[in-house]
């Protein structure tokens, strides 16, 4: 028997198996991808904060790969960390979720602790995941297994904190479904903490990234009226952050991206409106940020000059993830970017050191070999991501123009 089973060996589930094995426990990882699981049993990693090298001493320490859900039903926890996207009309989309739970049922046994992590609405482990369990394995959860929840705290490229020093929320079914989990993930992270219930641990991980959603779109509005009023907002941002209380600064930028952010107000705003209520801050705060990107076309034009055409300018975007120092473009509003230029009839072309090749709408976007000399060709730079592996300076002098996003810059460079 193994210790571990995890279902979904993504950005989440693959450094929760990296640390379940460097604590001793017997990992094995299901996914439905060939390409990540031959990746990974040849020791090749395809998560930004998960190495060669660490896949290579999982593998030793006995952690396999597979695409065969048998291995399920040799563990005795079962973890499900895979997707939970948005529709196309922007409704949840438990797909993934419903499939991984319909593939795990048949492996269920007595005293088996299923969690799920994947971020969702409240209710979702108790009105969507339970009843596929329990009809499938026959069993009573709370009674015969054990369920809980436990929203991921996975932050990519963040170099201080990760799974193991991030306080691990859990929420059971049951009581003595959260104590389960709790002594699981006791192995795994250095503080547990104990949810009500399944519910208030999934509106947890939901209030967390609407939290961010929403200071986020107060910073990027106060942007645009801070410009119209000739204030430097990041100053006064960096001002405000001296105060010792009651203050914690956020910075605008070209829009939100990444899985959590964009997304996860969705779940929150779709199971209200459910209810018949609805959060009229969260949704506002979705709208502006949305609206960032058409605002950065907008600024590169004004940049370029009153009245000035982008049609068949050059334009060079810096910076094409979602945040700096990954590979990650989920979400990344260099995408929407992209759009608006080409609707402009603008020449788009990128750079990024994580990113070898960039398409939007299935049309590749022409990469740039070398960023200061491109920033020096084009007729407009618009910095999008400060990736530490960038010459700041080098690419503000070389740039005829530079649109800087990210207020990391200092003139001649024009801010957001």
Known sequence: ??????IGLGYAGLPLAREAAAAGMCVAGYDVSPRVVAGLNACRSHVDDVSDGDVRAMLNAGFTATLDPAVLGTAHEVVICVPTPLHTDGSPDLTSVRRATETLAPYVRRGTLVVLESTTYPGTTDDVVRPVLERGSGLAAGTDFHLAFAPERIDPGNRDFGLRNTPKVVGGLMPCCAQAGAAFY??????????????????????????????????????????????DLWDAIACA????????????????????IPVDPNYLIHQ???????????????EINRGMPEYVVRRAAEVLGAGTSLRGLSVLLAGVTYKENVSDLRETPARPIVRRLRAESANVSYHDPYVAAFTVDDVPVDRAADVVRAAAAADLTILLQPHTAYDLDAIVAAAPRLLDARGCTHSPAELL
């Open 1 to 6: 028997m193994r210790d571990l089973a995890v």
């Open 186 to 231: 006791g192995k795994v992270c250095d503080t547990v903490v104990m949810a009500k219930g399944t519910r208030e641990a999934e509106m947890a991980k939901l209030l967390e990234n609407t939290y961010r959603n929403v200071n986020i779109a107060l910073v990027n509005e106060l942007a645009m009226v801070a410009r119209e009023l000739g204030v």
């Open 241 to 260: 952050a001296t105060k010792p209380f009651g203050f914690q600064p956020f910075h605008p930028g070209p829009g939100v991206g990444g899985h959590c």
């Open 272 to 286: 209200a409106h459910a209810a018949g209520s609805a959060v009229r801050l969260v949704e506002l705060a979705q």
